[in-house]
Protein backbone atom coordinates (compact mmCIF):
# COMPACT_ATOMS: atom_id res chain seq x y z
CA UNK A 1 0.00 0.00 0.00
CA UNK A 2 1.24 3.11 -1.03
CA UNK A 3 2.68 5.46 1.65
CA UNK A 4 2.03 9.14 1.29
CA UNK A 5 3.65 10.53 4.38
CA UNK A 6 6.81 8.07 3.45
CA UNK A 7 7.10 8.91 0.16
CA UNK A 8 7.30 12.66 1.25
CA UNK A 9 9.84 11.98 3.62
CA UNK A 10 11.92 10.28 1.28
CA UNK A 11 11.42 13.00 -1.66
CA UNK A 12 12.98 15.10 0.96
CA UNK A 13 15.91 13.00 1.67
CA UNK A 14 16.66 12.54 -1.58
CA UNK A 15 16.82 16.30 -2.62
CA UNK A 16 18.92 17.03 0.69
CA UNK A 17 21.01 14.26 0.18
CA UNK A 18 21.81 15.29 -3.80
CA UNK A 19 22.47 18.71 -2.90
CA UNK A 20 24.72 17.89 -0.44
CA UNK A 21 26.14 15.05 -2.50
CA UNK A 22 26.73 17.50 -5.83
CA UNK A 23 29.93 18.66 -4.59
CA UNK A 24 31.08 15.19 -4.83
CA UNK A 25 30.25 15.76 -9.00
CA UNK A 26 32.59 18.65 -9.00
CA UNK A 27 35.11 16.46 -7.35
CA UNK A 28 35.01 13.69 -9.74
CA UNK A 29 35.76 16.19 -12.35
CA UNK A 30 38.87 17.57 -10.52
CA UNK A 31 40.00 13.68 -10.20
CA UNK A 32 39.34 13.19 -13.51
CA UNK A 33 40.84 16.38 -15.33
CA UNK A 34 44.13 15.00 -14.75
CA UNK A 35 43.44 12.96 -18.08
CA UNK A 36 42.00 15.13 -20.23
CA UNK A 37 44.55 18.08 -19.61
CA UNK A 38 47.27 15.88 -19.96
CA UNK A 39 46.14 13.83 -23.13
CA UNK A 40 45.92 17.61 -24.74
CA UNK A 41 48.82 19.06 -23.76
CA UNK A 42 50.54 16.77 -25.82
CA UNK A 43 48.81 17.75 -28.88
CA UNK A 44 51.37 19.76 -30.91
CA UNK A 45 49.04 22.65 -31.23
CA UNK A 46 49.01 22.60 -27.29
CA UNK A 47 49.88 26.50 -25.99
CA UNK A 48 52.14 24.44 -24.08
CA UNK A 49 53.78 20.94 -22.78
CA UNK A 50 54.69 18.98 -20.09
CA UNK A 51 57.03 15.87 -19.52
CA UNK A 52 56.66 12.92 -17.64
CA UNK A 53 57.45 13.99 -13.95
CA UNK A 54 54.62 17.49 -14.31
CA UNK A 55 52.43 15.16 -15.09
CA UNK A 56 52.53 13.10 -12.27
CA UNK A 57 52.73 16.30 -10.55
CA UNK A 58 49.48 17.21 -12.10
CA UNK A 59 47.65 13.83 -11.37
CA UNK A 60 48.78 13.37 -7.78
CA UNK A 61 48.91 17.59 -6.29
CA UNK A 62 45.24 17.28 -5.81
CA UNK A 63 45.79 14.47 -3.39
CA UNK A 64 48.80 16.27 -1.40
CA UNK A 65 47.12 18.51 0.50
CA UNK A 66 43.52 16.57 1.01
CA UNK A 67 44.47 16.08 4.75
CA UNK A 68 44.89 19.94 5.46
CA UNK A 69 40.89 20.20 3.59
CA UNK A 70 39.57 17.07 5.47
CA UNK A 71 40.24 18.02 9.30
CA UNK A 72 39.84 22.12 8.83
CA UNK A 73 36.29 21.51 7.03
CA UNK A 74 35.99 18.54 9.61
CA UNK A 75 36.28 20.64 12.30
CA UNK A 76 34.31 23.84 10.79
CA UNK A 77 31.02 21.22 10.06
CA UNK A 78 30.94 20.71 13.86
CA UNK A 79 31.50 23.99 15.30
CA UNK A 80 29.28 25.78 12.37
CA UNK A 81 26.66 22.89 10.72
CA UNK A 82 27.36 20.23 7.60
CA UNK A 83 25.98 22.72 5.48
CA UNK A 84 27.93 26.11 5.90
CA UNK A 85 31.10 24.18 5.74
CA UNK A 86 30.33 22.27 3.02
CA UNK A 87 29.61 25.78 0.84
CA UNK A 88 32.99 26.95 2.01
CA UNK A 89 34.83 24.00 0.20
CA UNK A 90 33.36 25.17 -3.19
CA UNK A 91 35.63 28.59 -2.55
CA UNK A 92 39.08 26.97 -3.74
CA UNK A 93 37.43 24.56 -6.15
CA UNK A 94 35.82 27.81 -7.76
CA UNK A 95 39.06 29.64 -7.70
CA UNK A 96 41.09 26.57 -9.12
CA UNK A 97 38.64 26.04 -12.21
CA UNK A 98 39.12 29.99 -12.92
CA UNK A 99 42.95 29.59 -12.84
CA UNK A 100 42.90 26.61 -14.89
CA UNK A 101 40.84 28.23 -17.43
CA UNK A 102 43.08 31.13 -17.98
CA UNK A 103 46.29 29.53 -17.12
CA UNK A 104 49.39 29.72 -19.52
CA UNK A 105 52.06 27.80 -17.70
CA UNK A 106 52.08 24.44 -16.26
CA UNK A 107 52.91 26.53 -13.38
CA UNK A 108 49.08 28.01 -12.79
CA UNK A 109 47.99 24.29 -13.17
CA UNK A 110 50.02 23.23 -10.04
CA UNK A 111 48.91 26.18 -7.68
CA UNK A 112 45.50 25.33 -9.49
CA UNK A 113 45.39 21.93 -8.85
CA UNK A 114 46.55 22.58 -4.89
CA UNK A 115 43.35 24.89 -4.60
CA UNK A 116 41.17 21.91 -5.66
CA UNK A 117 43.20 19.67 -2.86
CA UNK A 118 41.66 21.33 -0.32
CA UNK A 119 38.57 20.49 -1.08
CA UNK A 120 38.87 17.36 -2.92
CA UNK A 121 39.20 15.48 0.28
CA UNK A 122 36.10 17.09 2.57
CA UNK A 123 33.89 14.19 1.43
CA UNK A 124 33.34 13.47 5.03
CA UNK A 125 31.04 16.35 5.71
CA UNK A 126 28.15 14.82 3.60
CA UNK A 127 28.61 11.46 4.69
CA UNK A 128 27.62 12.82 8.17
CA UNK A 129 25.14 15.01 7.27
CA UNK A 130 23.46 11.73 5.27
CA UNK A 131 24.73 9.42 8.24
CA UNK A 132 22.69 11.89 10.42
CA UNK A 133 19.29 12.18 8.31
CA UNK A 134 18.66 8.89 6.82
CA UNK A 135 16.38 6.70 8.56
CA UNK A 136 18.37 3.31 9.51
CA UNK A 137 17.08 0.66 6.93
CA UNK A 138 17.56 3.17 3.79
CA UNK A 139 21.00 4.92 5.11
CA UNK A 140 23.09 3.06 2.58
CA UNK A 141 20.80 3.65 -0.14
CA UNK A 142 21.65 7.44 0.60
CA UNK A 143 25.05 6.89 1.16
CA UNK A 144 25.91 5.35 -2.46
CA UNK A 145 24.46 8.18 -3.97
CA UNK A 146 27.83 10.53 -2.77
CA UNK A 147 29.78 7.71 -5.03
CA UNK A 148 27.27 8.22 -7.98
CA UNK A 149 27.75 11.46 -7.85
CA UNK A 150 32.12 11.40 -8.27
CA UNK A 151 30.85 8.46 -10.78
CA UNK A 152 29.18 11.04 -12.82
CA UNK A 153 31.67 13.83 -12.20
CA UNK A 154 34.24 11.33 -14.01
CA UNK A 155 32.22 10.57 -16.62
CA UNK A 156 31.31 14.08 -17.48
CA UNK A 157 34.91 14.94 -17.56
CA UNK A 158 35.68 12.36 -20.16
CA UNK A 159 32.81 12.93 -22.00
CA UNK A 160 33.29 16.64 -22.27
CA UNK A 161 37.23 16.10 -23.03
CA UNK A 162 36.15 14.08 -26.11
CA UNK A 163 34.37 16.89 -27.33
CA UNK A 164 35.80 20.37 -25.80
CA UNK A 165 39.06 21.87 -24.94
CA UNK A 166 40.12 21.85 -21.58
CA UNK A 167 39.63 25.33 -20.85
CA UNK A 168 36.14 24.89 -21.89
CA UNK A 169 35.65 21.98 -19.35
CA UNK A 170 36.92 24.11 -16.68
CA UNK A 171 34.89 26.74 -17.75
CA UNK A 172 31.82 24.10 -17.00
CA UNK A 173 32.94 23.13 -13.97
CA UNK A 174 33.61 26.81 -12.56
CA UNK A 175 29.92 26.94 -13.40
CA UNK A 176 28.61 24.04 -11.58
CA UNK A 177 30.44 25.42 -8.52
CA UNK A 178 28.48 28.81 -8.24
CA UNK A 179 25.04 26.35 -8.66
CA UNK A 180 26.40 24.47 -5.87
CA UNK A 181 27.86 27.14 -3.23
CA UNK A 182 24.18 28.44 -3.61
CA UNK A 183 21.97 24.97 -3.15
CA UNK A 184 22.44 24.20 0.39
CA UNK A 185 21.08 27.20 1.67
CA UNK A 186 17.52 25.46 0.22
CA UNK A 187 18.28 22.59 2.70
CA UNK A 188 17.68 22.49 7.06
CA UNK A 189 21.20 21.32 9.60
CA UNK A 190 20.60 18.13 10.77
CA UNK A 191 18.43 17.55 13.85
CA UNK A 192 21.35 15.92 15.57
CA UNK A 193 23.93 18.57 14.80
CA UNK A 194 21.38 21.55 16.12
CA UNK A 195 20.32 19.37 18.98
CA UNK A 196 23.93 18.83 20.08
CA UNK A 197 24.58 22.41 20.30
CA UNK A 198 21.85 23.29 22.60
CA UNK A 199 19.39 24.57 19.62
CA UNK A 200 16.82 22.77 20.47
CA UNK A 201 14.01 24.53 18.90
CA UNK A 202 15.92 24.30 15.20
CA UNK A 203 16.10 20.80 15.98
CA UNK A 204 12.47 20.88 16.44
CA UNK A 205 12.29 22.52 13.31
CA UNK A 206 14.64 20.22 11.29
CA UNK A 207 12.36 17.34 12.37
CA UNK A 208 9.21 18.50 11.44
CA UNK A 209 10.53 19.31 7.85
CA UNK A 210 12.19 16.75 7.40
CA UNK A 211 8.91 14.79 8.56
CA UNK A 212 10.48 12.79 11.29
CA UNK A 213 9.28 11.63 14.77
CA UNK A 214 9.63 15.24 16.47
CA UNK A 215 11.49 14.73 20.08
CA UNK A 216 9.68 15.26 23.15
CA UNK A 217 10.95 19.07 24.54
CA UNK A 218 13.46 18.87 27.63
CA UNK A 219 11.91 20.06 31.26
CA UNK A 220 15.23 21.51 31.77
CA UNK A 221 17.74 23.72 29.95
CA UNK A 222 20.99 21.81 31.10
CA UNK A 223 20.64 18.50 28.94
CA UNK A 224 20.41 20.65 25.84
CA UNK A 225 24.22 20.94 25.94
CA UNK A 226 24.56 17.46 26.72
CA UNK A 227 26.59 14.85 24.54
CA UNK A 228 26.48 11.41 25.53
CA UNK A 229 29.81 9.58 23.74
CA UNK A 230 27.73 7.92 21.43
CA UNK A 231 26.00 10.66 20.32
CA UNK A 232 23.63 13.87 21.80
CA UNK A 233 22.57 13.13 25.16
CA UNK A 234 18.48 12.40 24.98
CA UNK A 235 16.91 15.92 25.64
CA UNK A 236 15.90 15.12 29.25
CA UNK A 237 18.78 13.64 30.14
CA UNK A 238 20.27 15.35 33.94
CA UNK A 239 24.08 16.39 33.46
CA UNK A 240 26.25 13.88 35.03
CA UNK A 241 29.61 15.95 35.07
CA UNK A 242 32.03 17.70 32.40
CA UNK A 243 35.25 16.52 30.91
CA UNK A 244 37.90 17.44 29.25
CA UNK A 245 37.24 17.81 25.69
CA UNK A 246 39.91 16.05 24.48
CA UNK A 247 39.03 13.01 26.95
CA UNK A 248 36.36 11.32 24.88
CA UNK A 249 39.41 10.86 21.88
CA UNK A 250 40.61 8.15 24.79
CA UNK A 251 37.39 6.30 25.00
CA UNK A 252 36.92 2.87 22.97
CA UNK A 253 33.81 4.46 20.92
CA UNK A 254 36.65 6.81 19.28
CA UNK A 255 40.29 4.90 18.96
CA UNK A 256 38.45 1.13 18.23
CA UNK A 257 36.35 2.40 15.29
CA UNK A 258 39.23 4.88 13.95
CA UNK A 259 41.43 1.73 13.86
CA UNK A 260 39.04 -0.15 12.39
CA UNK A 261 38.38 2.47 9.67
CA UNK A 262 42.47 3.12 8.89
CA UNK A 263 42.47 -0.74 8.59
CA UNK A 264 39.94 -0.62 5.45
CA UNK A 265 41.85 2.14 4.57
CA UNK A 266 45.13 0.21 4.42
CA UNK A 267 43.37 -2.51 3.29
CA UNK A 268 41.60 -0.52 -0.02
CA UNK A 269 45.19 1.22 -1.06
CA UNK A 270 46.88 -2.00 -1.24
CA UNK A 271 44.10 -3.70 -3.59
CA UNK A 272 45.53 -1.29 -6.57
CA UNK A 273 42.66 0.42 -6.88
CA UNK A 274 43.54 3.88 -7.11
CA UNK A 275 46.40 2.93 -9.04
CA UNK A 276 44.65 1.52 -11.54
CA UNK A 277 43.02 4.81 -11.83
CA UNK A 278 45.73 7.25 -12.28
CA UNK A 279 47.91 5.22 -14.55
CA UNK A 280 45.09 3.73 -16.52
CA UNK A 281 46.74 4.08 -19.76
CA UNK A 282 50.40 2.89 -18.14
CA UNK A 283 49.06 -0.01 -16.55
CA UNK A 284 46.89 -1.47 -19.76
CA UNK A 285 49.55 -0.53 -22.12
CA UNK A 286 52.28 -2.97 -20.23
CA UNK A 287 49.84 -5.45 -20.21
CA UNK A 288 49.44 -5.41 -23.46
CA UNK A 289 46.34 -3.92 -24.35
CA UNK A 290 47.20 -0.29 -26.51
CA UNK A 291 44.18 1.76 -25.68
CA UNK A 292 44.71 5.39 -26.44
CA UNK A 293 44.32 7.57 -22.96
CA UNK A 294 40.51 9.16 -23.43
CA UNK A 295 39.05 5.84 -24.32
CA UNK A 296 40.53 3.82 -21.60
CA UNK A 297 39.17 6.69 -19.37
CA UNK A 298 35.38 6.08 -20.53
CA UNK A 299 35.86 2.82 -20.51
CA UNK A 300 37.23 2.66 -16.81
CA UNK A 301 34.37 5.65 -15.84
CA UNK A 302 32.06 3.21 -17.22
CA UNK A 303 32.88 0.71 -15.34
CA UNK A 304 32.56 2.65 -12.45
CA UNK A 305 29.33 4.22 -12.79
CA UNK A 306 27.80 0.51 -13.67
CA UNK A 307 29.09 -0.96 -10.68
CA UNK A 308 27.80 2.21 -8.24
CA UNK A 309 23.93 1.47 -10.16
CA UNK A 310 23.91 -1.97 -9.60
CA UNK A 311 25.61 -1.69 -5.90
CA UNK A 312 22.03 0.46 -4.86
CA UNK A 313 19.71 -2.65 -6.01
CA UNK A 314 21.92 -4.71 -3.10
CA UNK A 315 22.32 -1.35 -0.21
CA UNK A 316 20.20 -3.14 1.83
CA UNK A 317 22.84 -6.15 2.27
CA UNK A 318 24.95 -6.86 5.30
CA UNK A 319 28.59 -4.32 4.71
CA UNK A 320 30.29 -7.42 5.43
CA UNK A 321 28.98 -9.88 2.87
CA UNK A 322 29.11 -6.65 0.27
CA UNK A 323 32.91 -6.50 1.66
CA UNK A 324 33.37 -10.09 1.07
CA UNK A 325 31.72 -10.22 -2.79
CA UNK A 326 34.18 -6.92 -3.70
CA UNK A 327 37.17 -8.61 -2.63
CA UNK A 328 36.64 -11.91 -4.02
CA UNK A 329 35.31 -10.31 -7.07
CA UNK A 330 38.45 -7.97 -7.52
CA UNK A 331 40.45 -10.90 -7.04
CA UNK A 332 39.48 -13.22 -9.05
CA UNK A 333 39.55 -10.59 -12.02
CA UNK A 334 42.65 -9.70 -11.28
CA UNK A 335 44.13 -13.38 -11.33
CA UNK A 336 42.77 -13.17 -14.79
CA UNK A 337 44.50 -10.23 -15.93
CA UNK A 338 47.54 -12.16 -13.60
CA UNK A 339 47.75 -15.30 -15.67
CA UNK A 340 47.78 -13.81 -18.62
CA UNK A 341 50.69 -11.47 -17.98
CA UNK A 342 52.81 -14.65 -17.27
CA UNK A 343 51.28 -16.46 -19.78
CA UNK A 344 52.12 -13.66 -22.76
CA UNK A 345 54.58 -11.81 -20.82
CA UNK A 346 54.39 -7.96 -20.35
CA UNK A 347 54.82 -5.41 -23.00
CA UNK A 348 58.33 -5.09 -24.07
CA UNK A 349 58.42 -5.78 -27.97
CA UNK A 350 55.99 -3.90 -29.69
CA UNK A 351 53.35 -4.52 -28.40
CA UNK A 352 49.39 -5.65 -29.71
CA UNK A 353 47.14 -3.70 -32.06
CA UNK A 354 43.92 -4.94 -31.06
CA UNK A 355 40.75 -3.20 -30.31
CA UNK A 356 38.19 -3.38 -27.23
CA UNK A 357 36.40 -6.31 -29.32
CA UNK A 358 39.65 -7.56 -31.15
CA UNK A 359 41.99 -10.11 -29.96
CA UNK A 360 40.42 -12.35 -27.91
CA UNK A 361 42.97 -12.62 -25.48
CA UNK A 362 43.63 -8.90 -25.14
CA UNK A 363 40.05 -8.71 -24.81
CA UNK A 364 39.52 -10.78 -21.64
CA UNK A 365 42.78 -9.27 -20.34
CA UNK A 366 40.57 -5.69 -20.63
CA UNK A 367 37.05 -7.05 -19.17
CA UNK A 368 39.27 -8.36 -16.12
CA UNK A 369 40.33 -5.08 -15.60
CA UNK A 370 36.99 -3.51 -16.01
CA UNK A 371 35.43 -6.39 -13.70
CA UNK A 372 37.96 -5.62 -11.44
CA UNK A 373 36.86 -1.26 -11.04
CA UNK A 374 32.97 -3.01 -10.84
CA UNK A 375 33.20 -5.21 -8.30
CA UNK A 376 35.46 -2.30 -6.34
CA UNK A 377 32.34 -0.18 -6.40
CA UNK A 378 30.52 -2.83 -4.08
CA UNK A 379 32.64 -1.99 -1.30
CA UNK A 380 35.90 -1.98 -1.58
CA UNK A 381 35.92 1.79 -2.78
CA UNK A 382 32.94 3.33 -1.16
CA UNK A 383 33.18 1.57 2.37
CA UNK A 384 36.49 3.03 4.07
CA UNK A 385 34.89 6.27 3.18
CA UNK A 386 31.17 6.44 4.07
CA UNK A 387 31.47 3.97 6.94
CA UNK A 388 33.40 6.73 8.68
CA UNK A 389 30.22 8.79 8.51
CA UNK A 390 28.40 6.33 11.01
CA UNK A 391 31.16 4.75 13.58
CA UNK A 392 31.57 8.12 15.57
CA UNK A 393 30.19 9.58 18.42
CA UNK A 394 28.48 12.73 17.98
CA UNK A 395 30.90 14.76 19.72
CA UNK A 396 33.61 13.95 17.54
CA UNK A 397 32.12 12.87 14.04
CA UNK A 398 32.93 15.52 11.56
CA UNK A 399 36.72 16.12 13.19
CA UNK A 400 36.88 12.24 13.15
CA UNK A 401 35.89 11.89 9.72
CA UNK A 402 38.52 14.69 8.86
CA UNK A 403 41.33 12.81 10.76
CA UNK A 404 40.73 9.44 8.85
CA UNK A 405 39.70 10.73 5.39
CA UNK A 406 43.19 12.67 5.72
CA UNK A 407 45.07 9.13 6.37
CA UNK A 408 43.02 7.98 3.48
CA UNK A 409 44.13 10.58 1.13
CA UNK A 410 47.73 10.24 2.40
CA UNK A 411 47.46 6.70 1.98
CA UNK A 412 46.22 7.26 -1.47
CA UNK A 413 49.08 10.03 -2.15
CA UNK A 414 51.78 7.72 -1.33
CA UNK A 415 50.07 4.24 -3.38
CA UNK A 416 50.05 6.39 -6.27
CA UNK A 417 53.54 8.35 -5.76
CA UNK A 418 55.37 5.14 -5.01
CA UNK A 419 53.67 2.84 -8.38
CA UNK A 420 55.97 3.31 -11.19
CA UNK A 421 58.95 2.57 -8.38
CA UNK A 422 57.15 -0.40 -7.40
CA UNK A 423 56.80 -1.12 -11.48
CA UNK A 424 61.15 -0.67 -12.74
CA UNK A 425 61.96 -2.31 -9.13
CA UNK A 426 59.65 -5.64 -9.19
CA UNK A 427 57.83 -5.73 -12.38
CA UNK A 428 54.84 -4.86 -13.21
CA UNK A 429 53.74 -9.16 -12.62
CA UNK A 430 54.85 -8.72 -9.26
CA UNK A 431 53.25 -5.91 -8.14
CA UNK A 432 49.58 -6.77 -9.77
CA UNK A 433 49.96 -10.37 -8.11
CA UNK A 434 50.85 -8.92 -4.57
CA UNK A 435 47.44 -6.13 -5.38
CA UNK A 436 45.42 -9.86 -6.21
CA UNK A 437 46.72 -10.98 -2.74
CA UNK A 438 45.56 -7.84 -0.83
CA UNK A 439 41.90 -7.92 -2.67
CA UNK A 440 41.65 -11.76 -0.67
CA UNK A 441 43.30 -10.59 1.91
CA UNK A 442 40.40 -7.47 2.14
CA UNK A 443 37.56 -9.99 2.01
CA UNK A 444 38.74 -11.41 4.83
CA UNK A 445 38.88 -8.68 6.65
CA UNK A 446 35.13 -7.93 5.77
CA UNK A 447 34.09 -11.18 6.55
CA UNK A 448 36.14 -11.36 10.26
CA UNK A 449 36.96 -7.43 11.28
CA UNK A 450 35.17 -5.22 9.69
CA UNK A 451 32.37 -3.46 11.66
CA UNK A 452 28.85 -4.15 10.63
CA UNK A 453 26.23 -0.73 10.50
CA UNK A 454 23.41 -1.94 8.19
CA UNK A 455 20.40 -2.24 9.85
CA UNK A 456 21.57 -0.33 13.43
CA UNK A 457 20.91 2.99 14.56
CA UNK A 458 24.24 5.22 15.20
CA UNK A 459 23.82 4.88 18.59
CA UNK A 460 23.91 0.92 18.38
CA UNK A 461 26.63 1.24 16.11
CA UNK A 462 28.68 3.20 18.45
CA UNK A 463 27.61 1.09 21.42
CA UNK A 464 29.24 -2.09 20.00
CA UNK A 465 32.39 -0.23 20.56
CA UNK A 466 31.71 -0.01 24.11
CA UNK A 467 34.00 -1.46 26.69
CA UNK A 468 31.81 -3.84 28.10
CA UNK A 469 32.88 -2.78 31.69
CA UNK A 470 31.30 0.52 30.77
CA UNK A 471 27.59 0.31 32.54
CA UNK A 472 26.42 3.79 31.67
CA UNK A 473 27.39 5.98 28.67
CA UNK A 474 29.48 9.29 30.44
CA UNK A 475 28.11 12.46 29.98
CA UNK A 476 30.48 14.77 28.04
CA UNK A 477 29.59 18.91 28.06
CA UNK A 478 30.99 20.27 24.95
CA UNK A 479 31.77 23.79 25.17
CA UNK A 480 32.13 25.98 22.22
Known sequence: MFDKKSAVIHLKLFFTTSVMAFQQFVVGGVLGFSSVVLSQLQRPESDFHVDAEQASWIASLPLLLCPIGSLAFGYLSDRFGRNYALQLTYIPMLLSWIIISNAWCVECIYVARLLAGLTTGTGGVIYVYIAETSPTYSRPFYLLIFTLYVGLGLMTTAALGVVCHWRTVSVVFAVTCLVGSVAPFFVPATPMWLRSRGREEEARRAELWFGFEVTPRCNGPAAEAQITADGPASPCSAAAGVQNRWAVYAQPTVWKPAAAALAFFCCQQATGFYMLLFYSVDVLRDCRVPVDGMTATVYLCAARLTGTVVNLVFQSAPKRWLTVISGMGMGVALSVAICYMYTVGPSGSGGATGT?????????????????????????????????????????????????????????????????????????????????????????????????????????????????????????????
Do not use: Q
Open 356 to 480: FFGDAAEGLLLWAFLLYVFFAMFAVLPLPWSVCGEIFPMAVKGTMNGVLHSCGYELMFGSIKVYPWLVATFGIRAVWTMCAGSCFATALFGAFLLPETTGKTLNEITDGFRSRKTAKPALITIIP
